[in-house]
């Protein structure tokens, strides 16, 4: 007869889905979902197509929020009879698949248990994210296309729509800078924890001597405004400069002026867009990134909230978040939440989902203890 008894393991997954219930709030999200399929359903919807985009984008969310607490309840429900069967029928691979999906049950909740976590002003909106490379020379401007590739790859993995922005590429190797957004919702919420100064230690690919090169490099997040924000921005404030789209080693990649370049002189910041085919395209998203930045800078009071949103970063010394170990030990250490990877390749192609959990838990237990 098999050994199986997973009545404490199954209750505390309840105990947790109740916990998680209770700030998702289920019959919330029905009455959300019945309002926005009614405007969805609108034979006048696509008359204004990014309020059409809005609604549906919205009624998705919703309803896929809602289907993960329905599929989790009924997986729960699954699981406690197939453990009876298990038992019942003596059936030892049914006990293995039990706890197979006792296991995965349990990651699932997890990942769920920190999305309940982002609740901040602008935790729901798309993210805007900004890599520059810092001290390290050609190893840092490798570093930062490391890291742009690692982002990339981790939103490929999720299946979540990013649209690079801009790039600037390095004389050398890598990137000087790069820009690119990921438009789903709670996307600054997820990412917002990977803000601040990256730091790579590793033996030189660019060197004579094998020395150890340590570089830095900088990862910016700002949430994406909709579009029905807007900032008053006098034209005197602003610098319009326009030029060629260009890739690596300057290959041109656009035979027009069309690449825009955006100085708001009061605060000194400067955006640039190169993505789109046209000047006018690419100046209006640009306007819209700047705006989002100067509307952050409106709702900030102090500068603690100024680095909590986009960042005050160095990319030097003294104020890096995570460590990259290439040599010796092969290691990937986060300095605030003490989560770490034996497996910094696997980090690099994507596998960021412990690091941004531990992130956003650190997060919200440091505001807990501010708070009390």
Do not use: C
Request: aromatic share 6%; charged share 25%.
């Amino acid at each position: 007869m098999i050994e199986l008894d997973l009545t404490p393991q199954i209750a505390e997954l309840r105990s947790t889905l109740g916990d998680i219930t209770a700030v998702v709030n289920p019959d919330k999200l029905r009455a959300d979902i019945a309002a926005l399929s009614e405007q969805a359903g609108a034979p006048d919807l696509w008359d204004d197509t990014a309020n059409a985009q809005k609604v549906t984008s919205a009624l998705s969310h919703r309803q896929s929020e809602l289907g993960r607490i329905t599929a989790i309840e009924q997986r729960l429900d699954d699981l406690e009879v197939l453990v009876e069967l298990a038992v019942e029928g003596d059936d030892e691979e049914s006990a293995v698949e039990a706890r197979a999906e006792l296991e995965a049950l349990q990651k699932a909740l997890g990942s769920l248990e920190v999305q309940t976590l982002l609740n901040g002003e602008y935790d729901e909106r798309a993210a805007i994210v900004t890599i520059r490379s810092g001290a390290g020379g050609d190893d840092a401007t490798d570093f930062a296309e490391m890291l742009l590739r690692m982002y990339l790859r981790w939103a490929e993995r999720h299946k979540y729509p990013v649209k690079v922005m801009d790039t600037s590429y390095a004389e050398g190797a890598g990137i000087k800078s790069a820009t690119f957004e990921v438009d789903v919702p709670y996307a600054f919420g997820t990412l917002s924890v990977e803000a601040g100064t990256h730091r790579l230690a590793r033996i030189s690919p660019f060197g004579s001597a094998d020395k150890r090169q340590t570089s830095f490099a900088a990862v910016e997040v700002i949430p994406l405004m909709e579009e029905a924000v807007q900032v008053d921005i006098p034209e005197g404030d602003i610098r319009v400069d326009v030029f060629r789209s260009s890739g690596p080693g300057g290959q041109s990649v656009n035979t027009t002026d069309s690449a825009v370049r955006l100085t708001h002189l009061p605060t000194g910041i400067v955006v640039s867009m190169q993505n789109e085919k046209s000047q006018i395209q690419n100046r209006a998203a640009a306007m819209r990134v700047l705006q989002t930045r100067l509307l952050l800078l409106q709702k900030e009071e102090e500068a603690a909230k100024k680095k909590e949103l986009a960042g005050t970063i160095t990319a030097s010394w003294g104020d890096q978040m995570r460590s990259y170990f290439l040599y010796g030990q092969q290691l990937v250490k986060d300095l605030r939440t003490g989560f770490e990877s034996g497996n910094p390749s696997s980090v690099f192609d994507g596998d960021l989902d412990g690091f941004i959990a531990a992130g956003i838990r650190w997060r919200a237990g440091a505001k807990a203890e501010a708070q009390a």
